[in-house]
């Protein structure tokens, strides 16, 4: 109940609350957006620091972990997505995508959670948010025949048309290729990335001259953000009623058997409560800026209509409100 009653979680529920009574926040274009910089900044900054401390023999384990899982948790999406759900192949592997990748915003929540509770966490856990923003692309371009060749949607209507495979052609390598480099030069892994770099380099006295800017005001600024979050998230309600009822289960379903997988993979990795607790709201989270922007021009047939309000609508709340704390209950329990 304190969880809920944090002021970042009471600003998200506001925020929500003034979407669903028709009205705006009075907030300027792109002050969302500098935000989420802001936040990476810091994010990147603390975390750097803190993997200043570690040896690099310790953490590497969970690195090579974090990328296998943004890689392979896509082909569980697809099998779920293409056989209970019923999608096309298309759309199917673009969602699964988006369960591989993860998301800032609920990693961020999840880390004021842990320090609310007095539990500690290792800077090296940011870089492990960074390695699974990308794998999860690749492998749900594969999932839709991109490393074949083209794919060509039969049907239109995005939730049972079938898929041809065109192998004479370079079409699909290009795609892949581009979708790989927008991965790999997306603004906010490249932010978040080198603003790790920099703490690394700075040190925990860099990062004491910097406390005024990157660490007083966080709780303040994750506040705002999570504000037009709420805002964000309850528009995309009414596309999110449009979705099958399968497809929303899907939403609900997918978090929690991520949950899990990250939680089994977490144990023999020998993490602790809060190290653990952040992988596993990694595996849990859906991304709704990284994967997005890379499948735009790599599989243009997919539907966004399905995909956004998922991951934005269903699952980002569902996290927010009640997947975090469930994820540290059950991690406490586990792990004592």
Request: glycine fraction near 14%.
């Amino acid at each position: 109940m304190d969880v809920l009653l944090s002021a970042p979680i009471l600003f998200f529920i506001l925020g929500a609350a003034i979407a669903l009574v028709g009205a705006r926040i009075p907030f300027p274009d792109g002050f969302g957006k500098a935000l989420a910089a802001y936040l990476l900044v810091a994010i990147g900054l603390k975390g750097g620091v803190a993997l200043s401390g570690a040896a690099m023999g310790e953490v590497l384990p969970l690195f090579i972990a974090a990328a296998l899982l943004s890689f392979a948790m896509p082909i569980l999406g697809f099998a779920l997505l293409r056989g209970p759900v019923g999608l096309d192949r298309t759309n199917a592997a673009a969602i699964a995508a988006h369960y591989g990748s993860v998301s800032l915003v609920t990693f961020v929540t999840a880390t004021k959670l842990l320090e609310a509770q007095g539990i500690t966490f290792g800077g090296h856990m940011v870089a492990a948010l960074a390695i699974m923003e990308g794998p999860a692309i690749i492998s749900g371009l594969l999932l839709a025949g991109m490393a074949g060749g083209a794919v060509a949607a039969a049907g239109s209507n995005g939730q049972g048309g079938t898929v041809t495979l065109s192998m004479g052609g370079g079409n699909g390598n290009g795609r892949l290729g581009a979708a790989v480099r927008e991965a790999a030069l997306n603004g906010s892994v490249l932010l978040l990335a080198g603003s790790l770099l920099v703490g690394l380099v700075i040190g925990k006295p860099g990062l004491d001259k910097l406390a005024g800017l990157f660490v007083a005001p966080w709780d303040g600024a994750l506040s705002l953000f999570l504000l037009e979050m709420g805002y964000l998230a309850a528009s995309r309600l009414r596309q999110a009623a449009s979705l099958s009822p399968r497809l929303i289960a899907f939403g609900f379903i997918m978090p929690l058997l991520g949950a899990a997988i990250g939680l089994a993979v977490s144990l023999p990795l020998g993490l602790e409560l809060g190290d653990t607790v952040l992988l596993v709201t990694l595996c849990a989270s859906a991304s709704y800026i990284a994967v997005p922007a890379a499948l735009r021009h790599a599989l243009p047939d997919a539907d966004p209509g399905l995909s956004l309000p998922l991951s934005l609508a269903i699952t980002f709340p569902f996290n927010i409100l009640i997947g975090i704390p469930l994820y540290l209950a059950l991690s406490r329990a586990i792990l004592g």
